[in-house]
């Protein structure tokens, strides 16, 4: 694993309601069993608990847990709240040192074709998914520029990429966005040693499946069938296989790596066969 001592993150979105691990969350673990101070940021309080309790815990088996626990630190946000999101990066800057990475793993699913779905439904979306990007992004700019670059680092989607078969064209508008605004971003400031780069997650066994998906089976056994049996692996990825990639964009590993996507799919973007079924 790619060393991140010295490393201070902003880790978006990554508390773990009912200590679930989550895409988020498995960044988080990783992250500090690399050696980075993190600071965990979410809109919910109780997640933020749930998941220092759980990095502290001696089950994660990543070393002395008071060790762990002085390099981490939550606090709580909204990403639709500049002023809030201004005042979490303070906190991070004041208790760790000066966030060099911004991870962002927000976001939510708003399911509904055009036929049903109400606009301002699609507009939550794009507030959430990308506009909170912009501004966290906005957020952090000062703090890389101060120490001479940085990486920003957001997790969007293969269904940014393609159709996935769902009726969410507000979910799927809104993470080829955030493509998009990673990749100029990343070129905008490239020049001053910040890098930006997009991980597209595809068939990943996450709580957000269960959440937002498992309706469109008939029950929860067919969906993770289904889903296992649509990669070309044979097997849906896990949120360990989205982390390590979080871990080497996040460190001087890839340090010529910049304003790209890269999936982490299995070839699923790429597979002959059919999408999922909505």
């Not at 506009?131 to 952090?140: C, L, N, P, V, Y």
């Not at 993770?224 to 964009?249: C, I, N, W, Y």
């Amino acid at each position: 694993m790619s060393d991140l001592s010295g490393k201070v993150i902003m880790a978006i979105g990554c508390g773990t309601p009912d200590g679930q691990v989550n895409n988020g969350f498995a960044a988080t673990q990783a992250f500090l069993a690399a050696g980075a101070r993190v600071c965990i940021v979410d809109r919910d309080a109780n997640a933020l608990d749930q998941a220092r309790a759980a990095l502290t815990s001696d089950r994660l088996g990543e070393g002395d847990g008071a060790d762990l626990g002085s390099r981490l630190t939550t606090v709580v946000a909204d990403v639709g709240d500049e002023d809030s999101l201004s005042a979490a990066f303070g906190h991070c800057a004041r208790t760790l040192g000066d966030p060099t990475v911004l991870h962002y793993n927000v976001g939510i699913v708003v399911n509904g074709g055009l036929d049903v779905l109400e606009t301002t439904a699609f507009a939550t979306a794009l507030d959430i998914n990308l506009t909170g990007a912009f501004s966290a992004m906005k957020q952090a700019l000062p703090y890389m520029r101060k120490a001479g670059g940085g990486s920003i680092i957001t997790v969007s989607s293969v269904g940014g990429m393609r159709y996935m078969g769902y009726d969410y064209p507000a979910y799927a508008a809104s993470k080829a966005g955030l493509i998009e605004l990673t990749k100029v971003v990343g070129a905008q400031y490239a020049s001053e040693g910040i890098r930006a780069n997009s991980i597209a997650p595809g068939l990943i066994e996450t709580p957000l499946i269960h959440n937002s998906i498992s309706g469109h089976y008939g029950s929860v056994e067919e969906m993770l069938a289904a889903r296992h049996a649509l990669s070309p692996t044979g097997k849906m990825g896990q949120p360990e296989d989205v982390a390590k990639l979080a871990v080497f964009l996040a460190s001087e590993d890839s340090s010529y790596i910049n304003s790209t996507l890269i999936p982490v799919d299995g070839g699923l973007v790429h597979f002959a066969g059919s999408p999922p079924k909505g």
